[in-house]
């Protein structure tokens, strides 16, 4: 079940993180929910390194981490996909 978890999270994180980037970026829903999820274990290990993983109510520092890392990867993944389609 935590399998399906990931997915749903990786989704959420993955959109956020495209409207977070300016412009469009044509990458398919599977390609942004790998990297939603990517950047989910990506900013909970730097949050656990920042020692903000676990903090009091909701952990706003946490998921700006994570929807930050996944933008990231979207920023850089995007320009590779469209040379990719060409």
Not at 4 to 9: D, F, R, Y
Not at 36 to 61: K, Q, S, Y
Not at 77 to 83: E, F, I, L, S
Request: charged residues 10%.
């Amino acid at each position: 079940m935590s399998f399906v978890w990931a997915i749903i999270a990786g989704l959420i994180i993955g959109v956020i993180a495209k409207l977070v980037l300016p412009g469009r970026q044509p990458i398919p829903i599977w390609l942004t929910i790998i990297l939603g999820i990517v950047g989910a274990l990506v900013g909970n290990a730097l949050a656990t390194a920042f020692g903000v993983r676990d903090t009091g109510g909701f952990d706003w520092i946490r998921h700006i981490l994570q929807v930050g890392v996944a933008a990231l990867l979207i920023a850089v993944v995007t320009p590779m996909w469209g040379r990719r389609r060409v």
